[in-house]
């Protein structure tokens, strides 16, 4: 159950909305040359800390139909009577929307390191950083969702949880630092079914 | 005789109100038992008990492997029907023709009428193989056709050793144990 539920999950996120987040990614990052002006040397020093930031913001794009359509269509309670235990539900639900997110991600960062005049070896650090960075992200983004799901303004609410918490991968993926960031990145992957098992069954009613 | 549901003293609150306080409640093979009350006298939060969807304030709730079908559809909207009963398993291809929606197999579940919708969830209960069916308001969008179907359906199910609880604010055809809520 758990592979066809990753499965139904991938198929969902790539015919529907899954581009959108890749979209904003790149958009943010067309921005900063208008924002800070077109000096290559200036915009290849912040380019690195200006994905990172667009990564961010892109990971909250998707956080409100990761998990609540599910729980408003009831889908999460036919799991569960299929024999799904809740953090099973949450970690395929983090392996499905990584398997979309990460690599779309990492792809569209080649074009964005372009518009802010990265050198090669910069772009290969980013994209190394980004993706220890995405499987703590993608976590992330699926615990905040289960715990937002069936709340009002959850959009907004989920920004204000999300973006705290992935400080830490943000100051160590930023700065370079491989095995901090990747012991976050590995802790929040960890903890996040629990926190998502937890909330799923907490919003039952 | 094993019980496929059995309810110890349940209580339950819903809301700070308490909906109902020791309820005992036994439902063994062969076995279907309709609840009804009036709106919010917890029919559905009951069902929910039943399939461990909410926990009892007090009591204790046993049960064997069950199917439920209520209002939540639970199949993707844009998957022919077919495709989307497909996801949760079973004999889905039989029990469409049981319930007259074999021929909407390659259409969009987004394009049912809710009477057919409804019956894509009764499909998914009776696809599942499951002795325990849990049915909530089953007759609701349902036309005369869908209930004689659903009704042979559940008198087979009986007959063969299965049990089903239904909750229902109409009668459901049929002879069923009753068990009376109050608001």
């Keep these: 159950m758990i592979k066809a539920l990753i499965g139904r999950d991938v198929r969902r996120g790539l015919t529907g909305a899954a581009w959108l987040p890749i979209a904003f990614f790149l958009l943010v990052a067309a921005l900063m040359p208008f924002a800070i002006g077109p000096d290559a040397k200036l915009l290849s020093r912040i380019a690195s800390g200006a994905l990172w930031i667009a990564a961010l913001t892109a990971a909250l794009l998707p956080v409100e139909r990761l998990v609540e359509p599910d729980r408003i269509d009831g889908v999460l309670d036919q799991l569960f009577l299929h024999g799904m235990a809740e953090e099973s539900i949450a970690f395929a639900k983090i392996a499905a929307h990584w398997l979309i997110f990460a690599p779309l991600l990492l792809i569209a960062t080649i074009p964005a390191s372009a518009l802010l005049a990265m050198d090669g070896s910069s772009l290969a650090r980013t994209e190394a ?4 960075g995405t499987p703590g992200l993608a976590s992330l983004a699926v615990a905040i969702a289960a715990v937002t799901a069936g709340l009002p303004r959850a959009g907004s609410l989920a920004g204000l949880l999300l973006l705290p918490l992935a400080v830490p991968l943000l100051i160590f993926g930023a700065a370079n630092a491989f095995l901090l960031e990747a012991a976050i990145s590995l802790l929040l992957t960890a903890g996040a079914p629990f926190v998502a098992g937890a909330a799923i069954r907490a919003a039952r009613t | 005789m094993t019980a496929l549901l059995r309810f110890e003293g349940v209580a339950l609150r819903r809301g700070g109100r ?3 306080e020791g309820l005992d409640l036994e439902l063994g093979p062969g076995e279907k038992l309709q609840v009804s009350g009036p709106n919010g006298s917890g029919k ?3 069902i929910r008990l ?3 969807l ?8 046993e049960r064997s492997p069950l199917a439920l079908a209520d209002d939540n559809l639970a199949l993707d909207r844009e998957l022919p029907l077919r495709i989307a009963l497909q996801f949760w398993g079973g004999a889905f291809d039989e029990a469409m023709v049981q319930l007259g929606i074999g021929d909407l197999a390659d259409v969009p579940v987004r394009l049912l009428s809710s009477g057919q919708a409804k019956r894509a969830a009764l499909a998914r209960v009776f696809a599942s193989g499951s ?3 849990l049915l909530d308001e089953p007759l609701n969008a349902l036309d005369s056709d869908g ?7 559940i008198a087979g199910h009986v007959k063969a050793g299965g049990a089903v609880l239904a909750a229902s604010h109409q009668p459901l055809p049929g002879e069923w144990r009753g068990l009376e809520l109050s608001a």
């Design chain 2, 54 to 61: 909410l926990r009892p304030e007090r009591g204790r709730v």
């Design chain 1, 129 to 132: 950083a980004l993706a220890i």
């Design chain 2, 147 to 153: 209930a004689d179907r659903l009704s042979r359906r």
């Design chain 2, 50 to 52: 039943a399939a461990g």
């Design chain 2, 18 to 20: 308490s909906l109902f």
């Design chain 2, 44 to 46: 559905s939060s009951l």
């Design chain 2, 131 to 133: 002795l325990l069916w």
